[in-house]
């Protein structure tokens, strides 16, 4: 079964600070990768996704992550962080285009001043 | 453009009470639609998802149900909650690419007491 996993729970940066946030897969089968951003109280909301092609995949917001087959990995990152980036990020995993994405427990990310 | 609604936003139900929360999709036809719970520090489980009409594939077995009446009404309900029903409950919809990501809905926080 394919999983998910982020490899911090929280994280804390100051305010410009580069920052990465990790997650690695488990799937024996070509996958689609997402990451999303849940700000308090809200839905969560596409930042990015990796279906093929490049494995650099840029987003909104600044974000961009990328795809490292040999590592099953899809690390999130941005150079310089801001005040307003403070939420809960998660990593998903979808197997070949089935109807079922499994995301990751979600990492807090924490933007100080 | 497609929206998704989402109600109530807030809940907060005795032990054994009955649930119906209900989500809708506008702005496109046959959406595969989901219901995830959201707990904290756990990250998103899925709970149902429908492909269609009528189509309801439930992923976790417990006393909740989902029904989908309409081609773009997905309803969550529960004859007798239980303490550890209390979450967040995130309905979402994907076109028929699902590897292009979740359009998700502003979310119920259910509370058992």
């Known amino acids: 079964a394919q999983s998910v996993t982020q490899l911090d729970s929280q994280v804390p940066v100051f305010e410009e600070a580069p920052v990465e946030l990790r997650c690695n897969y488990s799937?024996?089968?070509?996958?689609?990768l997402f990451w999303y951003v849940q700000y308090p109280n809200q839905g969560l909301q596409l930042l990015l996704k990796?279906?093929?092609?490049?494995?650099l995949v840029k987003g909104i917001n600044g974000f961009e992550a990328e795809f490292n087959k040999s590592q099953t990995s899809f690390h999130l990152r941005k150079p310089s962080v801001h005040i307003s980036d403070t939420a809960e990020y998660f990593c998903?995993?979808?197997?070949?285009?089935?109807?079922?994405?499994?995301f990751g427990a979600g990492t807090r990310l924490f933007v100080k001043a | 453009s497609q929206t998704i609604h989402q109600w109530p936003a807030t809940l907060v139900q005795p032990v054994g009470s009955p649930l119906s929360l209900e989500c809708t999709v506008e702005?496109?036809?046959?959406?595969?639609l989901y219901w995830y719970r959201q707990a904290a520090g756990r990250g998103l489980q899925l709970l149902f998802y429908?492909?269609?009409?009528?189509?309801i594939s439930s992923e976790v077995p417990q006393n909740l149900s989902a029904s989908r009446p309409q081609d773009r009404q997905f309803i969550l309900s529960s004859k007798k909650l239980l303490l550890s029903d209390s979450g967040f409950y995130l309905c979402?919809?994907?076109?028929?690419?699902?590897?292009?990501?979740?359009?998700f809905g502003s979310g119920t926080r259910l509370t058992v007491v």
């Open positions: 998903a995993v979808n197997r070949g285009g089935g109807f079922k994405t499994i």
């Open positions: 429908s492909i269609g009409i009528g189509q």
């Open positions: 979402a919809w994907s076109g028929d690419r699902v590897n292009y990501g979740y359009t």
């Open positions: 799937s024996s089968v070509s996958v689609y």
């Open positions: 702005g496109t036809s046959n959406p595969n």
């Open positions: 990796y279906l093929s092609g490049s494995t």
